[in-house]
């Protein structure tokens, strides 16, 4: 999130978009990376038990995934033009889980949602704190077509870090004390 740890509020719904699949993007994606006859071939996915073809369940994701990058950056240009400093986000250690509920069909218009269930403080990074998101899909219908619970880091703005920490950093910076500490690692 490009909102400073402290800023983020829990279950907040953040939206990020739609995306209507067409027959040929979906074949296509699939042709490319995921290349199972119910994704590329409409002939033969009609006598599958999807009753027709389907979008690749990392299609899906990707598109998602897609869709939450540019809407956090609407997001940091957003606060900007406020004149507000946005947060900075960090790395995702993972994904807890990921259900692919409902097949996504040419023409399904699927939109996107990201909320922030849960936060702490992370225990082993300091000056950071763990995000814990849903990640929703539903399509036209209002049928959910994709979840995954999935974390991330932001970072803290009113960390100070410890005076000890300090010192050490600093250490490490004096070319002679630097290059002895290199050495002992």
Do not use: C
Request: proline share 6%; charged share 25%; hydrophobic share 35%.
């Amino acid at each position: 999130m490009t909102r400073w740890y402290e800023d983020i509020a829990i279950d907040e719904p953040f939206p990020l978009g739609s995306h209507t699949f067409s027959q040929d993007e979906i074949i296509r994606f699939a042709t490319l990376y995921d290349p199972q006859y119910f994704h590329i071939d409409p002939q033969a996915a009609r006598h599958s038990h999807f009753g027709g073809l389907i979008a690749s369940g990392w299609h899906t994701v990707s598109v998602g995934h897609r869709k939450m990058v540019d809407a956090l950056f609407a997001e940091e240009n957003r606060l900007r033009e406020e004149g507000l400093e946005p947060g900075v986000s960090g790395p995702s250690p993972g994904v807890n889980s990921m259900e692919f509920k409902v097949p996504v069909r040419p023409g399904d218009t699927v939109t996107y949602e990201l909320v922030v269930t849960d936060k702490r403080a992370s225990n082993s990074i300091p000056g950071w704190g763990l995000l814990f998101n849903r990640l929703t899909a539903l399509n036209q219908r209002g049928e959910l077509v994709y979840r995954a619970e999935i974390v991330g880091f932001s970072k803290r703005r009113d960390y100070r870090m410890p005076t000890k920490l300090r010192l050490l950093q600093a250490l490490t910076k004096v070319p002679v004390i630097g290059a002895l500490l290199q050495r002992g690692t």
